[in-house]
């Protein structure tokens, strides 16, 4: 694997940083607080989802500087067997999104982790920690106990799935542990077996004899249908003898109809004599009754004009009186408007006399004394006094003439309604009168009259119910006489002796009672049948658990040996033993090129055992810091070499803090030594202050 680029924005203490990254060594420098480290581990936060080197959340990765809603990302373009892809990881907007070249995006993070797996071919969790590997953690492995260091192991090896399987192995043991324990009880299996199968033998015969006690569908059907005669029977005599009931109910209302009909008839044709003797007399009174009542409608309207016309006569008679002095109107009006003018310019004088407050006349400039003014004043005062007085005239006269002139036009009209009141009273008074007699004459007759039409009414009602009744039961009767045909027909049809029927019941209550006790016994022998077939379904899974439980013995000696192989002290430990010595053999290699003579051993608990010329093995983590980090760093070169090599990449922070002058100097032989290895094929990133390497690296990058 090739990183090829890093973009970065507002991320940390990077606001827009692009790095276009090499193949072979790289050397990052930069004072403290530069940002090498957040370069470093943003790159792997970004390839890997983990952004747990940084403290608190995600978003607290986003740069100070950054303005609200600014677009915060770190983005890794990668090659790795000739197939680039690019992966951002986005802090603002939060979102991931892989490219690869010629096919669609990919932004869920589930299968873009599912993805990165398959295309670089190693866990997360190893890039995460043998590829980008923090500062102080490049010689942890040194101090860790020896649980932490298989577990490394089991990553690195990748035998973790002989745990699973050893655990799996163990679950299946215990799955069989149920079945070694069966109990063999197929003798007393036989024996219920056996009761079953006789039970059943001692049904068959009573069976048997219920079964001949049962009617077929042709002697059944016949029975039935003996039964049912036997109920229609039954029906039709009642049905038979109410039909008979109404036919004599009929016969006897006929017997008293006829007479009321001839009775109802005779009774009508005296009303129609009575009514036709009152007809004449009936038709005299009515046209008395109009005349009379015409008569009183035409004296009624006589006087209703008479009260008019003496109405209209008083009306006529009154006339407005004529106000006091209406004749010397003209005089008046005229001194009333020559006071209205007098009194305002006495007013004028007077204020102008009271705001001057002098001797001079503010009308004629002429000079004045208290005489005069108190004569004016006077003279004001009387004026004052007058005016009201014409102006009350005045608008009394003004109202005598507008009713004048009313009653002058109300008068001509009561002249004209007089007039057409007189033409009609003459009128009305020249009508002939009549000698008629009154109310009190005809209305006898008409009520007599009246009486007598509604007997005529009454008795042709008679007529008609007692017609009506006659036509109702002859109609009746009829129907019944038709009905007691038929049903005495059908009758004879459906009749059954009782000896017949007795028998049929008979012979129908023994099929019931059969039918009873053939069902419980079947009942009972498919019971009896269903538990003997259980019993037998229940000895033949006997037969076969004892077979797979015999299968199932040689299984679990043939998964204990294979569980016991999966263990960690079998398989894991001697594939991560053979696996540290192989690396034993580079980390030795690498050692050779430095100046401190010690060389590694791989010991039983996947540890090193250092040796010096002349002393005894002593442990990893009792070296100096400056050794510590050399046989780290030896270590670190081994696992890429041995474990990475589809990753191809190896990232290291600050992995020469500790080194005096003389191993920085060795270091930097080294480095050449490891560029003529990389050139073209890894990439080997490291972090570091020592400026005295930067001729080592194929690429530097400055912070």
């Not at 542990?177 to 079953?196: A, F, P, R």
């Not at 498919?526 to 299984?555: C, D, F, I, P, V």
């Not at 594939?575 to 034993?584: C, D, K, P, S, Y």
């Amino acid at each position: 694997m090739h990183i090829q680029h890093v973009t970065m924005r507002n991320f940390r203490s990077h606001r827009h940083l692009e790095q276009p990254l090499q193949q072979g060594l790289i050397g990052i420098f930069g004072a403290n607080g530069t940002g090498k480290s957040n370069f470093v581990n943003g790159t792997a936060a970004c390839l890997t989802n983990d952004f747990s080197r940084f403290p608190g959340v995600k978003t607290d990765s986003i740069c100070d500087l950054a303005a609200a809603g600014e677009e915060a990302f770190i983005e890794d373009t990668v090659e790795h067997d000739g197939k680039v892809f690019t992966l951002r990881r986005s802090l603002r907007p939060n979102g991931s999104e892989l490219r690869i070249h010629g096919e669609k995006p990919v932004r869920e993070v589930e299968e873009i982790e599912r993805r990165l797996q398959s295309e670089l071919g190693v866990d997360p969790k190893l890039v995460n920690t043998y590829v980008f590997v923090e500062q102080w953690q490049i010689f942890a492995f040194l101090s860790a106990t020896p649980a932490v260091r298989a577990e490394a192991f089991r990553h690195l090896c990748r035998t973790g799935k002989a745990t699973k399987i050893y655990e799996a192995c163990g679950q299946f043991l215990t799955g069989l542990k149920d079945e070694q324990e069966l109990v063999d009880n197929s003798d007393e299996l036989l024996s219920w077996i056996g009761e079953k199968e006789g039970r059943l033998a001692s049904l068959a015969a009573p069976i048997e004899a219920q079964r001949k006690l049962l009617l077929n569908e042709t002697s059944k059907e016949s029975a039935q249908q003996i039964l049912k005669k036997r109920e229609r029977q039954l029906v039709l005599q009642g049905q038979l003898q109410k039909l008979q009931d109404h036919a004599e109910g009929c016969a006897r209302a006929l017997l008293t109809c006829r007479p009321r009909q001839a009775e109802a008839q005779t009774l009508l044709q005296l009303a129609t004599q009575k009514q036709a003797g009152l007809q004449a007399t009936y038709e005299a009174a009515l046209l008395s009754q109009q005349q009379w009542e015409e008569q009183q409608r035409q004296a009624q309207r006589l006087q209703r004009l008479q009260a008019e016309r003496t109405r209209l006569l008083a009306e006529q008679s009154v006339k407005p009186k004529e106000p006091e002095g209406y004749g010397d109107q003209e005089a008046t009006r005229k001194t009333l408007a020559t006071g209205e003018v007098k009194l305002q310019e006495l007013e004028n004088m007077m204020a102008g006399l009271d705001q001057l407050r002098g001797p001079t006349c503010p009308m004629c400039q002429q000079p004045v004394d208290q005489e005069f003014i108190q004569r004016k004043r006077e003279e004001l005062r009387q004026w004052r006094a007058e005016l009201p007085l014409l102006a009350r005239k005045v608008a009394a006269w003004d109202t005598y003439e507008v009713a004048l002139a009313e009653w002058r036009t109300q008068r001509s009209r009561r002249s004209d309604r007089l007039k057409s009141l007189e033409d009609e009273l003459q009128h009305l008074q020249a009508a002939p009168t009549t000698d008629e007699a009154g109310p009190e004459v005809w209305a006898s007759t008409v009520a007599d009259y009246r009486q007598a039409v509604k007997q005529v009414e009454s008795a042709r009602r008679g007529v008609q119910d007692a017609e009506t009744a006659v036509q109702v039961n002859t109609e009746a009767e009829k129907r019944l006489a038709r009905q007691i045909t038929e049903t005495s027909l059908e009758l004879d049809g459906v009749t059954v002796s009782d000896a017949l029927y007795e028998k049929a019941t008979r012979r129908l209550q023994e099929h019931q009672a059969a039918v009873v006790e053939y069902s419980r016994l079947e009942t009972q022998r498919e019971e009896t049948q269903r538990s003997l077939q259980q019993l037998q379904q229940a000895l033949e899974r006997l037969r076969l658990r004892l077979r797979r439980n015999q299968r199932s013995r040689r299984a679990a000696r043939l998964v204990e040996q294979v569980r016991d192989l999966f263990h960690w002290s079998w398989l894991p430990q001697a594939v991560a033993q053979g696996n540290l010595v192989r690396m034993t053999q580079d980390i030795n290699h690498t050692l050779a090129k430095f100046d401190d003579v010690f060389w590694a051993e791989a010991d039983d608990n996947l540890s090193f055992r250092v040796h010096f010329p002349g002393c005894p093995p002593r442990r990893g983590d009792d070296l100096s810091g400056g050794q510590q980090v050399l046989l780290a760093l030896a270590m670190r070169y081994a696992v890429g070499k041995l474990f990475a090599m589809d990753v191809g990449t190896l990232w290291l922070d600050e992995p020469t803090a500790g080194l005096d002058e003389k191993n920085v100097v060795l270091l930097q032989e080294t480095l050449a030594t490891f560029a003529n290895e990389l050139r073209g094929r890894r990439q080997l990133a490291i972090v570091t202050h020592e400026t005295e390497l930067k001729s080592a690296f194929d690429q530097v990058i400055q912070f």
